[in-house]
């Protein structure tokens, strides 16, 4: 019998998780929610991003799922309560499963400015980890340049300098990719960092987290890798979202609407 476990961002980000589930095993069915309506989440003020999480679990409730995988840091950072006492089943989070494998004492974060603002980060790894610095920085424009559906390595490669420079310049030894999409561009990341800067995609900890929860059976195992037990659904521009999952990952899927009922 195959878990069944949703997934959801605010429009690709959360493709770093779905890879990453995707590569450790083959027993889920997943269903992938993108609210694309309202993208980017990482401006939107606290409030709006706990109404916003409401909807979610609205959406997600007859689902039957097995586990909910949150896919997105600002509603991590802001209602990661309101997800948790709404479904009922076990939420798999980013930051909470990022903070446990830091191991270095000056940390640098990448996020949106609602993430920052929270200090979620920041408490979560102070709460496990003593005597470590951590430096934020909010990356407004990264969410949506990551999400055209091509990219412009111009643009991206001087907001990286503009990002990076006044973390570079706190000599960080680890960098957080505290949003979801920032994965999505690690190569071009990682060219931009002395290599002896350890670079986390904090996905791969939420996965690892889950997988020891939900055991993978022998005949489960990871073979290749393989989408035809995902759907996709989005509130806005299908089309334009089934254009991004052909580019990133070489499928045809069909890409469903729905509407989650909001004016936020």
Not at 204 to 231: D, G, H, M
Request: charged share 25%.
């Amino acid at each position: 019998m195959k878990l069944k476990i949703g997934i959801f961002d605010s429009g690709i980000g959360g493709f770093t998780i779905l890879n990453s589930l995707l590569k450790t095993r083959k027993d889920v069915e997943v269903i992938y929610l993108a609210d694309t309506k309202r993208i980017p989440f990482g401006s939107k003020t606290f409030k709006e991003i706990r109404l916003i999480a409401k909807e979610i679990c609205n959406f997600f409730e007859d689902k039957n799922l097995d586990a909910l995988l949150v896919a997105c840091n600002t509603t991590n950072a802001c209602a990661l309560d309101i997800l948790e006492n709404n479904l009922k089943v076990p939420c798999f989070d980013l930051i909470n499963s990022v903070s446990d494998i830091v191991n270095k004492q000056i940390i640098g974060v990448l996020a949106t400015q609602t993430t920052v603002r929270s200090s979620y980060y920041k408490n979560a790894i102070n709460s496990k980890k003593e005597n470590t610095k951590i430096y934020q920085q909010e990356c407004p424009e990264f969410v949506s340049e990551i999400e055209r559906e091509k990219l412009n390595f111009d643009k991206l490669n001087d907001l990286s300098d503009l990002y990076l420079k006044p973390l570079i310049n706190k000599n960080i030894e680890e960098l957080i990719l505290g949003c979801s999409h920032y994965p999505l561009i690690y190569d071009f990341l990682r060219k931009k960092l002395d290599s002896n800067i350890k670079i986390i995609d904090p996905s791969i900890a939420l996965i690892k987290r889950f997988n020891e929860s939900f055991s993978i059976p022998k005949t489960a195992c990871y073979v290749s890798l393989s989408y035809e037990n995902v759907e996709f659904f989005v509130t806005s521009e299908k089309d334009v979202f089934f254009k991004k999952v052909k580019f990133w990952f070489e499928i045809n899927k069909e890409i469903r609407l729905v509407n989650l009922r909001s004016n936020v």
